[in-house]
């Protein structure tokens, strides 16, 4: 696995910058890409003309209504993607598709043994802290829709 690191001073680049870089990526014989963009990114258009295959949509709460305005409108941000298979996720619901099974937080890193529809997996991440295992089921829900290895 390949591993970029981008600096940039928003969760989401600019639309030029997020195509600068998959070029990049697509040169250097990237396949796929997972990325995470805010509904502020995806509202203000930095990621106009990526063709996404699949979106996973976290955090859904009240936070970002000084922005969108109303919930219906943070939503709809979130929710630009073409019909999808869905597969659920959660950190304290057993009944959903993808759930850790234990983890552990650490200063230096997260472990997390995530149960799926295709087995349980071992996950080691740098994301530090009880809001990144979110972010983590969420990326593992998207590779078990697209059934990745």
């Known amino acids: ?4 690191k981008l600096e940039s001073p928003n969760t989401t680049p600019d639309a030029v910058l997020v195509q600068n870089l998959m070029a990049k990526m697509l040169h250097n014989g990237i396949e796929a890409v997972v990325m995470e963009a805010s509904s502020h990114g995806l509202a203000l258009g930095r990621c106009n003309e990526v063709d996404f295959d699949i979106v996973g949509s976290t955090n859904l709460t009240r936070d970002h209504l000084d922005f969108q305005g109303t919930e219906e409108e943070y939503r709809d941000a979130k929710a630009n993607n073409p019909e999808v298979p ?9 009944y ?5 099974l234990k983890f552990e937080l650490s200063l230096f890193e997260t472990q997390v043994l995530v149960n799926t529809p295709l087995g349980i997996l071992e996950i ?8 990144s295992i979110y972010n983590i089921l969420a990326v593992v ?9």
């Open 124 to 131: 080691s991440s740098g994301l530090l802290g009880r809001h």
């Open 141 to 149: 829900a998207v590779g078990v829709a697209v059934v990745a290895p």
């Open 96 to 100: 959903a598709d993808v759930h850790p």
């Open 86 to 94: 869905v597969v659920t996720f959660a950190m304290e619901n057993k």
């Open 1 to 4: 696995m390949v591993m970029i």
